[in-house]
T-cell receptor, first 115, second 114 residues
Framework: DAGVIQSPRHEVTEMGQEVTLRCKPISGHDYLFWYRQTMMRGLELLIYFNNNVPIDDSGMPEDRFSAKMPNASFSTLKIQPSEPRDSAVYFCASSALAGLFDEQFFGPGTRLTVL | AQSVAQPEDQVNVAEGNPLTVKCTYSVSGNPYLFWYVQYPNRGLQFLLK??????LVKGSYGFEAEFNKSQTSFHLKKPSALVSDSALYFC????????????FGQGTILTVHP
């Protein structure tokens, strides 16, 4: 199994530009999570999906952030327009249907730098 | 609401000595507890979990953790630390009403000195 795949691994962009982060969960997993990690705020859950449906987006910082999961094997997190304070490492994770008992598997992350 | 506290930002231990990374939790209902490790420039990796049963759970790389319901704690332990154990460690909790959602602690940096 290839694990959770994220792209790009690094992204450098200028303030005001649109940024799209991509994630491919582990095949057969029904939950998908987007996290953001910074030194100041630690690991924050932004949004998660169950069977491609957003369940909880209360962690999404503001309207500039949006996430979609058009099918079971692909999700995107979009920031438009980006700001320097969005600079962080963004992780995608997935877990199996059992949900309660199963651990989450994390991707390698996308390091975003907004200049 | 559920929460997790890792009271130590940093833990330092000499190689070969036992290590403990502390975690306490607050939940309504039965907790499901997890430990993850993060190496530099990597994603989080699952170490072990407590769901039910024996309070002492064993996980990857020789780590173990003890669930203590009365103290609402789930401390991570290892009998003999290795330099390669140096990393950032996260405790996390889930309750039945939160479905797939995990609540993570702030993390503890473990440094093992040669």
């Amino acid at each position: 199994d290839a694990g959770v795949i994220q792209s790009p691994r690094h992204e450098v962009t200028e303030m005001g530009q649109e940024v799209t982060l991509r994630c491919k969960p582990i095949s057969g997993h029904d939950y998908l999570f987007w996290y953001r990690q910074t030194m100041m705020r630690g690991l924050e859950l932004l949004i998660y999906f169950n069977n491609n449906v957003p369940i909880d987006d209360s962690g999404m910082p503001e309207d500039r952030f949006s996430a979609k999961m058009p099918n079971a094997s692909f999700s995107t997190l979009k920031i438009q327009p980006s700001e320097p304070r969005d600079s962080a490492v963004y992780f995608c994770a997935s877990s199996a249907l059992a949900g309660l008992f199963d651990e989450q598997f994390f991707g390698p992350g996308t390091r975003l730098t907004v200049l | 609401a559920q929460s997790v506290a890792q009271p130590e930002d940093q833990v330092n231990v000499a190689e070969g000595n036992p290590l403990t990374v502390k975690c306490t939790y607050s939940v309504s209902g039965n907790p499901y507890l997890f430990w993850y490790v993060q190496y530099p420039n990597r994603g989080l990796q699952f170490l072990l979990k407590y769901i039910t049963g024996d309070n002492l759970v064993k996980g990857s790389y020789g780590f173990e953790a003890e669930f203590n319901k009365s103290q609402t704690s789930f401390h991570l332990k290892k009998p003999s630390a290795l330099v390669s154990d140096s990393a950032l460690y996260f405790c996390a909790v889930r309750v039945s009403t939160s479905y797939g959602k995990l609540t993570f602690g702030q993390g503890t940096i473990l440094t093992v000195h040669p």
